[in-house]
């Protein structure tokens, strides 16, 4: 079972920046499309950004501009390097394939963006 863990959450002022990542583990890693999604509270939770093997990739309209994903195939590893964050990204970020598999959802990592 190929395990997900996310890191690199934390406190940032409005206008920071963060990198989150996002290291798997087991083979087949670069043949996957992968995904950051977020849940913020009292909200469902949504797909931020996405990256197929190919390299291509796709981001919700909030995000557009802002947000970028990168991945590592040797290093088995997807980021989501967010820029000028607002307070409406607050949530926890979540990296899982696309489409996600119920059993591949990690601990998740906190984002918090004070105004």
């Known amino acids: 079972q190929v395990q997900l863990v996310e890191s690199g959450g934390g406190l940032v002022q409005a206008g920071g920046s963060l990198r989150l990542s996002c290291a798997a583990s087991g083979n087949g890693f670069s043949r996957k499309s992968m995904g950051w999604y977020r849940r913020a509270p009292g909200k469902q939770r949504e797909l931020v950004a996405t990256i197929n093997s190919l390299g291509t990739t796709g981001y919700t309209d909030s995000v557009k501009g802002r947000f970028t994903i990168p991945r590592d195939n040797a290093e088995g590893t997807v980021y989501l390097q967010m820029s000028s964050l607002k307070p409406e990204d607050t949530a926890v970020y979540y990296c899982?394939?696309?489409?996600?598999?119920?059993?591949?959802w990690g601990q998740g990592t906190q984002v918090t963006v004070s105004s």
């Open positions: 899982n394939y696309v489409p996600w598999r119920e059993d591949s």
